[in-house]
C-alpha cells in the first residue's frame, strides 16, 4: 500500500461511518490525519470509532442537508482542532428506482437535497476556512451514473451529475488559492447503499463494467488520499474515473 503524507491534516469525511466513507477515514488515519466522521446515524458513527479505534478519530452527528448546522460544527471542529485542511462530500443516497414518468416528487427532492444541495451547503460554508489558511483539499463524491445516466435513477443520475458540475466551478473560482477541489466518479461497489437498490438494477450496473465486477472501497480510498495530500498540488477542478472501464468520456 502507497503511503500518503497527511500528518498533522484535519479532515472531516461526509457519510464516513460506513461504505465509501469508513473506508477513507480508516486510510486517512493509517495516512496521519485527525479525522472528524459527520454522520447522522449515531449509531454507526460509534461501531466506526470502534473499528478503527484511534485518537485521532472522533465524529459529530451532522445533517448535511441543513446548513445552520453545517456552520455550527464547522466552528467546532476550527475550535477544537485550529482549523480545517480536507473535507470529504460522500455522504448520500440512491433513492428508488423508477421511471422518469413514475417518480414521485417527494422522492426527487429527497435525493437531490442530500446528494447535490448538501454539498453545495458543505463546500459554500467550508471555503471560507480553508482561505483563511490558504489550503484545503475538498473531494466529492459523484457516480459514473453522473456521467452516463442509468435507466430508472434518474434522480441519482442528475444528482451526481450536479456535483460534477459544482465541482468543476468551484475549482475553477479557487485555482489562484492553495485549495483543490475535484470529485471522483466510481461504479457501484457492494455497500449498504445496495439495500436501496432492486436486483435487477444491480444486476444493470454490473453488467455495464466492462472487467465483470465491483468497484472496491479500498481503491476508492486511495484515490481520494492522493487527492487530498500536498503531492496533488495541480489537479483541481477535475473528474477522476474509478469504473472499471464503463466511463466512455
Given at each position: 500500500?502507497?503511503?500518503?503524507?497527511?500528518?498533522?491534516r484535519v479532515?472531516?469525511?461526509?457519510?464516513?461511518?460506513?461504505?465509501?466513507?469508513?473506508?477513507?477515514?480508516?486510510?486517512?488515519?493509517?495516512?496521519?490525519?485527525?479525522?472528524?466522521?459527520?454522520?447522522?446515524?449515531?449509531?454507526?458513527?460509534?461501531?466506526?470509532?470502534?473499528?478503527?479505534?484511534?485518537?485521532?478519530?472522533?465524529?459529530?452527528?451532522?445533517?448535511?442537508?441543513?446548513?445552520?448546522?453545517?456552520?455550527?460544527?464547522?466552528?467546532?471542529?476550527?475550535?477544537?482542532?485550529?482549523?480545517?485542511?480536507?473535507?470529504?462530500?460522500?455522504?448520500?443516497?440512491?433513492?428508488?428506482?423508477?421511471?422518469v414518468a413514475?417518480?414521485?416528487?417527494?422522492?426527487?427532492?429527497?435525493?437531490?437535497?442530500?446528494?447535490?444541495?448538501?454539498?453545495?451547503?458543505?463546500?459554500?460554508?467550508?471555503?471560507?476556512?480553508?482561505?483563511?489558511?490558504?489550503?484545503?483539499?475538498?473531494?466529492?463524491?459523484?457516480?459514473?451514473?453522473?456521467?452516463e445516466g442509468?435507466?430508472?435513477?434518474?434522480?441519482?443520475?442528475?444528482?451526481?451529475?450536479?456535483?460534477?458540475?459544482?465541482?468543476?466551478?468551484?475549482?475553477?473560482?479557487?485555482?489562484?488559492?492553495?485549495?483543490?477541489?475535484?470529485?471522483?466518479?466510481?461504479?457501484?461497489?457492494?455497500?449498504?447503499?445496495?439495500?436501496?437498490?432492486?436486483?435487477?438494477?444491480?444486476?444493470?450496473?454490473?453488467?455495464?463494467?466492462?472487467?465483470?465486477?465491483?468497484?472496491?472501497?479500498?481503491?476508492?480510498?486511495?484515490?481520494?488520499?492522493?487527492?487530498?495530500?500536498?503531492?496533488?498540488?495541480?489537479?483541481?477542478?477535475?473528474?477522476?474515473?474509478?469504473?472499471?472501464?464503463?466511463?466512455?468520456?
Open positions: 500500500m502507497i503511503n500518503f503524507d497527511l500528518k498533522n479532515a472531516i469525511v461526509t457519510g464516513g461511518a460506513q461504505g465509501f466513507g469508513l473506508a477513507i477515514t480508516k486510510r486517512f488515519i493509517d495516512s496521519g490525519a485527525k479525522v472528524i466522521i459527520w454522520d447522522i446515524d449515531e449509531e454507526e458513527a460509534k461501531k466506526a470509532l470502534n473499528k478503527i479505534n484511534s485518537k485521532n478519530l472522533s465524529y459529530q452527528v451532522v445533517d448535511v442537508s441543513n446548513s445552520d448546522t453545517i456552520n455550527k460544527n464547522l466552528s467546532q471542529v476550527e475550535s477544537s482542532h485550529g482549523k480545517i485542511d480536507i473535507f470529504i462530500n460522500n455522504a448520500g443516497i440512491t433513492g428508488m428506482n423508477a421511471t413514475d417518480y414521485p416528487i417527494v422522492e426527487w427532492d429527497k435525493v437531490i437535497n442530500l446528494n447535490l444541495n448538501a454539498v453545495f451547503y458543505c463546500c459554500k460554508a467550508v471555503v471560507p476556512f480553508m482561505k483563511k489558511n490558504n489550503y484545503g483539499r475538498i473531494v466529492n463524491i459523484a457516480s459514473i451514473a453522473g456521467k442509468n435507466p430508472n435513477a434518474s434522480a441519482y443520475s442528475a444528482s451526481k451529475a450536479g456535483v460534477i458540475g459544482l465541482t468543476k466551478s468551484l475549482g475553477k473560482e479557487l485555482a489562484q488559492n492553495n485549495i483543490a477541489v475535484n470529485c471522483v466518479t466510481p461504479a457501484a461497489a457492494k455497500t449498504r447503499i445496495f439495500d436501496q437498490m432492486t436486483e435487477e438494477h444491480i444486476n444493470y450496473m454490473l453488467s455495464k463494467i466492462p472487467r465483470n465486477k465491483f468497484a472496491k472501497v479500498e481503491e476508492l480510498a486511495s484515490l481520494v488520499t492522493w487527492l487530498s495530500s500536498e503531492e496533488n498540488s495541480f489537479s483541481t477542478a477535475a473528474v477522476f474515473d474509478l469504473s472499471g472501464g464503463r466511463a466512455t468520456y
